[in-house]
């Protein structure tokens, strides 16, 4: 495989891993040295891969919540040994809702930031930035028992992933990456420019 066909394999492996719970496959795809940010870690990619051990995206989250990822063709920035990569995904969680079956869907990109190392790519660093969400009854028509009240202050690009770590007992930070704070967004990708272009 070329470069790009390499990255593009190692940032779909990650998700595949991380959706199926494929531990050591995940500890594969990073360096050891990389750092995850996303609505409930920011830190190492050993915690984040530890912590979540591939199967929910929330702390909070019940042993039986079933999620189904969706993921599209990635966009590969590459410069010599370093790239980065846009991969749009869309995540599907069957949850309860104030006692009523639901469906949450969250829209995101995500920002890899992928080095070659000696021959062998793997990711350095994983940023999520989130585009928005929607929650509906499993059944439609099925009230789900919210209160407009408990959204107010709730940032539009992840609402309802906000709401639903509130009635769990959680909580998101309202500082996250988000295509409601474009300025935030650009930052991101000013950085990410820079990045692969820098000199060794």
């Given at each position: 495989m070329n470069d790009y066909e390499s990255v593009e394999q190692l940032v779909l492996g990650e998700r595949d891993a991380r959706g199926r719970g494929l531990h050591d496959k995940m500890v594969k795809s990073y360096w050891p040295d990389a750092t995850v940010s996303t609505s409930w870690i920011s830190g190492s990619a050993t915690d984040y891969i530890n912590a979540g051990h591939g199967r929910n995206l929330r702390p909070e989250a019940s042993a039986n919540e079933r999620i189904v990822g969706l993921d599209c063709a990635p966009i590969i920035h590459l410069n010599n040994s370093r790239a980065y990569v846009e991969l749009p995904v869309e995540a599907n969680h069957w949850i309860t809702v104030n006692g009523e079956n639901a469906v949450w869907t969250s829209y995101m990109k995500l920002l890899y930031r992928c080095e070659k190392r000696d021959g062998?790519?793997?990711?350095?660093?994983?940023?999520?930035?989130?585009?928005?969400?929607?929650?509906?009854?499993?059944?439609?028509g099925t009230d789900l028992h919210i209160d407009p009240d408990d959204l107010k202050g709730l940032r539009s690009a992840?609402?309802?992933?906000?709401?639903?770590?509130?009635?769990?007992g959680g909580s998101v930070s309202q500082d996250l990456p988000g295509t409601d704070q474009p300025e935030k967004i650009d930052k991101i990708y000013q950085y990410d420019e820079e990045w692969i272009n820098e000199k060794k």
């Open positions: 062998e790519w793997r990711i350095s660093d994983l940023t999520s930035i989130f585009n928005n969400d929607k929650l509906a009854p499993v059944v439609p992840y609402l309802w992933m906000s709401y639903i770590r509130k009635s769990d």
